[in-house]
Each structure stands twice: as C-alpha cells, then as structure tokens.
T-cell receptor, first 114, second 111 residues
C-alpha cells in the first residue's frame, strides 16, 4: 500500500450540488496532486498543491478548487456539479523537495452525479 | 493530437507469452517517463520508471527512444496476475511535475 488515503470511497450527488473530497498524503511527502479519471480514460491532471499553494493547474474550470493544509493533507472542492463530473477522483502524493517525479496514488473517490 | 498515445488494445495473450506495449509522446520537453499499472476499479500503481539506457525489472523491460519520442514496455513469460491496464506516463521538469497519462492498454492473460 502507498499510505495515501482518500475519503469518502464513494459518493452520489445531484447536479448543481457541491462536493468536497479529502486526501492524506504519504508520510514524508509534501506535494499532493489531484486527477480525474473518466471511465475508459487515463487520469487527467486537475491541479497540484505544494506548501499549501496551488502549483500548477490542468484544463479544468474554476469551479474545481482545492486546499492543502499544514500537515500536507488536501481537499478537492467541486461546485455546481455537472453530469460529466462523474468520475474516479485520484490524489497522488510525492516529495518535490527530494526531486522525486514518482507519484503514489490513493484508492480514489468514485463520484456519481445524477 | 493527444500528448501521450498508446496502443489502443485490448491485448489477449496466453500465459507465458511475451507482450509489448508501445507509446509515443508529442511534447519534446517531456523529461521523465513511467509505466503505471491499474487493476479494474483500483488506483494506478507505479510499475517502473523508464530511462534512456533502458531498464529491466524481472520480467519487465522498459525502453525510451528520445529521438523517436517513443516508449515501450515488454512483459516476458506473462502471468495471469499481469492482467491489468497499463498506462504510459510522461512528465516535464520545472516546478510542476504534472503527470500526463495515455489512455491505457488493457491486457488480459488467459490460462
């Protein structure tokens, strides 16, 4: 196991609602990245947090936002949910200070928007 | 054109077969490359990093050709437990180590 945990494991929301997903990074890792994986696709980069600040963003609208806390855990918030937001949301932790490019994923949160 | 493209698959092979996955990347600024493995409804797991000199880990061999912008993964003597989706991944250097994934190639190893 990677030591990266995510909650909840599954979630069902209605279109227009808001959702918060949580991630705890692996011990010793200070960087958290979030990815969205639609069915049958590879994961798509949403954004990365390093030292509590956003450190790069993919092609996702502003209604996708995040936070990183002093203990390096992180949240992904999605407002005004759309049906296309249904996906597996993965967080990955890494250690930027060590120059490590390898990222280790948590088990993901499966979000269904109805 | 997608930044990372993989063989679409799926691949169905018998146990013991050798199978090769191919991947190309379009961004010449890409610096690091990986193969991840993803089991059904699970998270991606790092299988191996890919180096220009090529690297081997047991039955798995990865190769990188920067001139052709091409990455490969070879699995020898395939096992039932190798059945999974294999994801080709690139990343650029700089301050943002964003992973760019291919769509993945599904491998099923049959008894």
């Amino acid at each position: 196991e990677t030591g990266v945990t995510q909650s909840p494991t599954h979630l069902i929301k209605t279109r227009g609602q808001q959702v918060t997903l949580r991630c705890s990074s692996q011990s010793g890792h200070n960087t958290v990245s979030w990815y969205q994986q639609a069915l049958g696709q590879g994961p798509q980069f949403i954004f990365q947090y390093y030292r509590e600040e956003e450190n790069g963003r993919g092609n996702f609208p502003p209604r996708f936002s995040g936070l990183q806390f002093p203990n390096y855990s992180s949240e992904l918030n999605v407002n005004a949910l759309e049906l296309d937001d249904s996906a597996l949301y993965l967080c990955a932790s890494s250690s930027k200070d060590r120059g490590q490019h390898e990222q280790y994923f948590g088990p993901g949160t499966r979000l269904t928007v109805t | 054109r997608k930044e990372v493209e993989q063989d679409p698959g799926p691949f169905n092979v018998p146990e013991g077969a050798t199978v090769a996955f191919n991947c190309t990347y379009s961004n010449s600024a890409s610096q690091s490359f990986f193969w991840y493995r993803q089991d059904c409804r699970k998270e991606p797991k790092l299988l191996m990093s890919v180096y220009s000199s090529g690297n081997e880990d047991g039955r798995f061999t990865a190769q990188l050709n920067r001139a052709s912008q091409y990455i490969s993964l070879l699995i020898r003597d395939s096992k039932l437990s190798d059945s999974a989706t294999y994801l080709c991944v690139s990343t650029r250097g700089g301050s943002n180590y964003k992973l760019t994934f291919g769509k993945g190639t599904l491998l099923t190893v049959n008894p």
